[in-house]
């Protein structure tokens, strides 16, 4: 716990001392930029593998089980990266937040026999917000070992968009909803 309070008052001096003009308030909200961005990109991380597993499960399609597959491996990998990358920042390790675990929740009482359409949507939707939230950290973050995870990793959140779109196409979801609803909060 000490070492948390210290280490963020670290970056925040550093931000305060290598960011010309900046005010304590303003290194605050740099800090809570960035640290909204790594909580928010870790529980996504977190929901992402949750749901792979599940949709190995409950998957029908090949195409699904396959994209499930990938989803775990490769977002297993980014969590790591995204934990460690919070730890570096100072910023405390991501956790599923509510609204991802509501997700979650959801698609865990998802009957089998539509959990194909309304999975891809979902990951659709999932990876869009994904590739805006690291395009944002990678454009306009303040925390450089942050900015410049954020942009290794969007080439790996880009292509899984993709992936996702392909996939929804291939088992009739529609790729521009989502199976949850509109946008929630967190």
Known sequence: MANTLLARAA??????STTSGLTQ??????LAAD??????????????????????????SPSVK???SRMVADYSKANEELAAGAKQA???AP??????RQVFDLFSRTSR????????????????EAVRLFQQEAESGRVASLKRLASEMLHMVQRHLSLATQTASSVGADATASASGGRRGS
């Not at 970056?11 to 305060?16: G, K």
């Not at 640290?35 to 029908?60: C, P, R, W, Y």
């Not at 026999?113 to 869009?128: I, L, N, R, W």
């Open 11 to 16: 970056v925040a001096s550093l931000l305060l």
């Open 25 to 30: 308030a303003s290194a605050q909200q740099v």
């Open 35 to 60: 640290s909204s961005f790594i909580q928010t990109a870790g529980s996504l991380g977190l929901l992402q593998v949750k749901l792979g597993k599940l949709a190995q499960e409950k998957g029908s």
């Open 66 to 68: 396959e994209f499930a």
């Open 90 to 92: 100072g910023f405390a």
């Open 95 to 100: 956790v599923l937040l509510r609204t991802h």
């Open 113 to 128: 026999s539509s959990f194909d359409k309304k999975f891809m949507a979902e990951m659709v939707k999932q990876d869009s």
